[in-house]
Structures are given as structure tokens and as C-alpha cells.
């Protein structure tokens, strides 16, 4: 089963990001999963495919594990699904969006379900950052 990366709403500690911080992603393995929903005109124009996302990390195993995984089976390559929210943040760090501008645009395309959306965008970045698959420019 997949396991779930969840920042959205977590209490944990995060950096103090400047909204004018522009966030990129560092190249890693990702691709699209399952579609969320009919995607709508505001998602769109923003370039949030309202699809899921989900981090694909390569597992370093060292001489032991490897062992223990080749007898069990175990898969080389663990997949992180992001939620909903964590899905359209990641498709709107392109490295061209100041901290700021992907705030107000989430503020814009889902309302209340983002209320405090510094707070969590922050949140969410500082986490992702965390685990070396974002940077700030």
C-alpha cells in the first residue's frame, strides 16, 4: 500500500519562508496518479491539473537490506501520494512563482479548504524541503 506524505494541516516545526522566496523543485522521480475531479477553468489557467501527485523515491538499501529485500520481494521504489492540496501546490512550484503568488492563487482556486493558506503553503514548502525535493531561489 502507498504510504502518504500529509504536511497540509500537521503541526510541525517550519522554516520562516519570505513570500518573496521563489520555490523550485530539485529533480527527482514524480508522476501523475489518479485525476481528483472534473478538472475546472480556474485550475486550469493556473496550471493545476487536479491530479495527484505521487514522489517516486529510489531506496538505498545497504548490503543486509538487500538481501532481506530480494528474498521478500520488497519493491525498489517507494511511492509517496500527495493529497489534494500538496498535488496542486507541487504543480504550481515552477521555480517562476514568487512564495506570494502561489498563496494568493491557492487562496483563489480553493477558499476556505486553505484558510490560513500562508501558513500551511509554508508549511507544506518547508516539508517538501525537508526532504530535498524542493529549494528556494
Known amino acids: 500500500m502507498y504510504g502518504k506524505l500529509i504536511f497540509m494541516?500537521?503541526?510541525?516545526?517550519?522554516?520562516?519562508?519570505r513570500t518573496s522566496?521563489?520555490?523550485n523543485r530539485v529533480p527527482?522521480?514524480?508522476?501523475?496518479?489518479?485525476?481528483y475531479d472534473t478538472p475546472n477553468r480556474i485550475l486550469?489557467?493556473?496550471g493545476i491539473t487536479?491530479?495527484?501527485?505521487?514522489i517516486v523515491i529510489p531506496k538505498d538499501f545497504n548490503r543486509f537490506e538487500r538481501l532481506i529485500a530480494r528474498l521478500t520481494g520488497a519493491p525498489r521504489l517507494l511511492?509517496?501520494?500527495?493529497?489534494r492540496?500538496?498535488?496542486?501546490?507541487?504543480?504550481?512550484?515552477?521555480g517562476n512563482r514568487t512564495l506570494s503568488e502561489i498563496i494568493q492563487i491557492m487562496e483563489d482556486c480553493y477558499e476556505e479548504e486553505i484558510i490560513p493558506a500562508r501558513q500551511r503553503c509554508s508549511a507544506s514548502i518547508s516539508?517538501?524541503?525537508?526532504?530535498?525535493?524542493?529549494?528556494?531561489?
Open 44 to 46: 486550469e489557467d493556473y
Open 50 to 54: 487536479n491530479k495527484q501527485v505521487v
Open 127 to 137: 516539508k517538501l524541503m525537508e526532504l530535498h525535493l524542493v529549494e528556494l531561489k
Open 85 to 94: 492540496l500538496n498535488s496542486a501546490l507541487w504543480d504550481l512550484i515552477d
Open 21 to 23: 522566496s521563489i520555490p
Open 9 to 17: 494541516g500537521d503541526d510541525i516545526m517550519n522554516l520562516q519562508i
Open 79 to 83: 511511492r509517496r501520494p500527495l493529497d
Open 28 to 35: 527527482c522521480l514524480w508522476e501523475y496518479g489518479i485525476s
